[in-house]
């Protein structure tokens, strides 16, 4: 994993990943041309197209893991994170899961170390 600027990172197989403040995990991007997104290649403001839809869980606690660990059966929620990104901000669409569907928030910063 490389840095591309300061909100993505350069993953094998032709994916860029950048940080999702809704749902606070990282999302990829096949942007070789293999998967129908087109990236405008500016890791700084960058611009992917179409929508990027994630679904899947929301990852357990340790809580739940505890109680799991303990016998008992945890159904995990939900996850659906779709949203737009252009110009290095992020447009969350009303199907989202998470706190900040429907808003229009900055892209952050990759930081820290990859």
Known sequence: MSALGSK??????????????????????????????????????????PSVLVNGTVPISDEQHARIMAGEKITPAPLVCHSFVTDGRIQFLNDCTH??????????DWGGKT
């Open 8 to 49: 993505l990172r350069r993953l094998e197989g032709g994916k860029v990943a950048f940080k999702c403040p809704g749902c606070n995990q990282v999302h990829h991007v096949t942007v070789d041309g293999s998967r129908g997104w087109t990236f405008n290649g500016d890791g700084d403001n960058p611009t992917f197209s």
């Open 99 to 108: 706190a900040l569907a429907g808003q229009n928030v900055e892209l952050p």
